[in-house]
C-alpha cells in the first residue's frame, strides 16, 4: 500500500515518517461493479485514492436524477477537500463503474498531520487550487459552447494522438452525463455526425472519419491548449449546457 501512495503527487513528496502515519492509517478497500463507496450525505471519514477501476461522483436531484460530476481513474484521489469542512458531509455519491480498488485515508489524522506541517499543507493546497482552475474553466464553458462542439471536442480528446480508432473508455450515458446533455440528445448528435460521415460509432467503438471537419466542430468551443484533463480526474469535455 505504501508504494501505491508513493505514486500520488499528494503523498509523494511526504516526509518518510510521514508517509508510514498515513499507511498505518489507511486500508485496501477492493469493491465490485456498481458498488458504492459513499452516499451523498454521508458524514465525511475517509478520502480515497484510486488504484484500479473507475470510481463515479454523481449527484441525486430532489426528483431522483443522476448527474455525473467527473469519473474518477487510478492514480488520482477524491474527498480530501472536505476535511477541512465543520462536520463534513459528502456532497457526491461515489460509486464503482467497474471492479475496483482503492486505498481508504483516514481524513481526521491526516488533518492532524497537516496541522504539524506547514509543508504538507501547502502540498495540498497545490492539489486543490488545481481542481478550483478546472472548475471555473468548466463553468465558463457551460455558459459558452453548444452540445455538438462538446461531444466534437470529447470525441477528439478521447482520441489517441496516432489514430483514428479507440473504444470509448466509459459507458455512453456517463459521458452524456458528464457532458450535461441528455443521453438522446447524445446519440442524436452522434446520428448527425456519422449521417455527415465525420465519424462512425458502433457500440463503444469509434472511428473519426474526417478529423480536419470534427476539429472544426470543436474549435468552437475554443478549447484552451490545457486541457480539462489537466485539472481535473477524467476528460469529461467542453461546455456543458443541457438540451
Given amino acids: 500500500m505504501k508504494e501505491a501512495l508513493q505514486t500520488n503527487p499528494l503523498f509523494a513528496q511526504l516526509t518518510p515518517e510521514q508517509l508510514v502515519r498515513v499507511d498505518q492509517h489507511s486500508s485496501w478497500v477492493r469493491l465490485k461493479e456498481g458498488e458504492s463507496v459513499f452516499e451523498q450525505g454521508d458524514p465525511v471519514s475517509r478520502f480515497y485514492l484510486v488504484v484500479k477501476g473507475q470510481i463515479k461522483l454523481y449527484r441525486l436531484s430532489p426528483a431522483g436524477n443522476e448527474k455525473v460530476i467527473e469519473v474518477i481513474t487510478p492514480g488520482s484521489t477524491f474527498a480530501e477537500a472536505l476535511m477541512f469542512q465543520d462536520r463534513p458531509h459528502y456532497p457526491v455519491g461515489a460509486q464503482a463503474l467497474t471492479p475496483a480498488e482503492l486505498i481508504s485515508v483516514d481524513a481526521a489524522d491526516f488533518k492532524r498531520m497537516l496541522r504539524e506541517s506547514v509543508d504538507t499543507c501547502f502540498l ?58 441528455t443521453p438522446e440528445t447524445f446519440s442524436r448528435i452522434l446520428k448527425n455526425l456519422s449521417r455527415q460521415q465525420v465519424v462512425s460509432v458502433k457500440g463503444g467503438h469509434v472511428q473519426i472519419l474526417d478529423r480536419e471537419v470534427l476539429q472544426q466542430a470543436a474549435d468552437v468551443c475554443a478549447l484552451p491548449e490545457d486541457s480539462l484533463q489537466a485539472t481535473f480526474h477524467y476528460p469529461c469535455p467542453p461546455d456543458r449546457p443541457t438540451q
Wanted: net charge negative; glycine share 4%.
Fill in 124 to 181: 495540498l493546497l497545490g492539489d486543490m487550487s488545481q481542481r478550483l482552475r478546472g472548475l471555473l474553466r468548466e463553468i465558463d464553458e457551460l455558459s459558452l459552447h453548444s452540445a455538438t462542439c462538446r461531444v466534437a471536442a470529447s470525441l477528439l480528446q478521447l482520441a489517441p494522438a496516432d489514430q483514428d480508432t479507440y473504444e470509448l473508455p466509459v459507458a455512453k450515458q456517463i459521458l452524456a452525463s458528464c457532458l450535461s446533455i
